[in-house]
C-alpha cells in the first residue's frame, strides 16, 4: 500500500510544485507544501508559519491533511485539532486504500457540529472531526457532503460575506475555558484577526 507522502505526492504536488517533481516524498514536509499551494491556486494569503489558528489571513480558513485507515472491517478518518479554528477547513484525504486523494471544504458552521472529543482527561479541550469512508458507495459520511469535484475547487471554495463574530466569540469562550483549568494552547490566541465583514 502507498503512503499518505507518496500519494499526496503524486496527485497534488508532483507537477504542480516547480522544482519538486523528482523530489523523494518522504524527505518532505508534504503538509506545508500543500498549504501554499492551496494559497497558490486560490489566491489565498498564506500565513502558516505564524502558529495561528488559521493558515490564511485573508479568510480565515485552514488546511487540514488526513489519512484513510483501515481498523477491523471499518475505513476511518480524523480531521485533527478542530477545537481552535475560526474559519472554514480545507481538507486533503489521502485515500490510501483506494490510492486517490478527495478534497472538502467544511464552513465553520459545520465544524462546530461535526468536532467530538478525542476521548481521554489529557485531550479534554481538543476536538476533532472523525468520518468513516464506504468503500462499497465510496462515501466519506458526515464530510460527504462538503466534498469538492477537484483540488481546484476546493481552492476556491470561498464564504462571502463572512462573519467572524460568532466564531470569534466562540473562540474567545474556548480560551477562557482553558486558562481557567491551567492548560496552555499555543493556537488560542485572537491577535491579528483581520476585520472581516
Known sequence: MVSKNTLLYNEVI????????????????????????????????????????????????????????????????????TETKLGALRVVVANTILERVDYFFIPPSAIRELEKRPGGKKMAMKRCIRFYWSKNKGTYGIIDQYRCSSFEDMCHKSLQPYHLDKTATTLANTTQAVDSKGLNNENTSVQNVPNMV
Open 14 to 81: 508532483k507537477g504542480r510544485y516547480p522544482g519538486y517533481d523528482k523530489a523523494d516524498p518522504l524527505d518532505l514536509n508534504v503538509e506545508r507544501i500543500i498549504e501554499k499551494l492551496i494559497a497558490q491556486e486560490g489566491n489565498l494569503t498564506w500565513v502558516g508559519d505564524e502558529n495561528l489558528p488559521y493558515d490564511y489571513s485573508c479568510d480565515l480558513s485552514d488546511a487540514k491533511t488526513c489519512t484513510i485507515s483501515k481498523n477491523r472491517n471499518q475505513y476511518n478518518g480524523v480531521i485533527t485539532s
